[in-house]
């Protein structure tokens, strides 16, 4: 079955650096677009990054752009989220979605908790 497991998170401090990985199995995924969302107490989920199959074209929320960087290793099954100059609006549960067709918002992962504060 499907499975996406993130891992990474934690408390940093405003301007600091964490990276969260997702472990992909049960689906092609080197045939599989990619996605980061997170979600804020008292906040719907918001969409911040994608990535194509090979890894060469992304996307990002105005929220994150310059900020965070998404990539994947497909010898890896793991997609990835570079998150630099975190501040307080940076604090969510992060999770990843694999865009699987016929699969409606595709398959998410349990999320991981990035805390941002002093």
């Known amino acids: 079955q499907v499975q996406l497991v993130e891992s990474g998170g934690g408390l940093v401090q405003p301007g600091g650096s964490l990276k969260l990985s997702c472990a992909a199995s049960?689906?092609?995924?080197?045939?599989?677009?990619m996605r980061w969302y997170r979600q804020a107490p008292g906040r719907g989920r918001e969409f911040i990054a994608h990535?194509?199959?090979?890894?060469?074209?992304?996307m990002y929320a105005d929220s994150v752009r310059g900020r965070f960087t998404m990539s994947r290793d497909n010898t890896k099954n793991t997609v990835y989220l570079q998150m630099d100059s975190l501040n307080s609006e940076d604090t969510a549960v992060y999770y990843c979605?694999?865009?699987?067709?016929?699969?409606?918002?595709?398959?998410w992962g349990q999320g991981t908790q990035v805390t941002v504060s002093s």
């Open positions: 990535i194509n199959t090979v890894g060469d074209g992304s």
């Open positions: 049960g689906f092609v995924f080197s045939e599989t677009y």
């Open positions: 979605n694999a865009r699987i067709p016929g699969v409606g918002d595709g398959y």
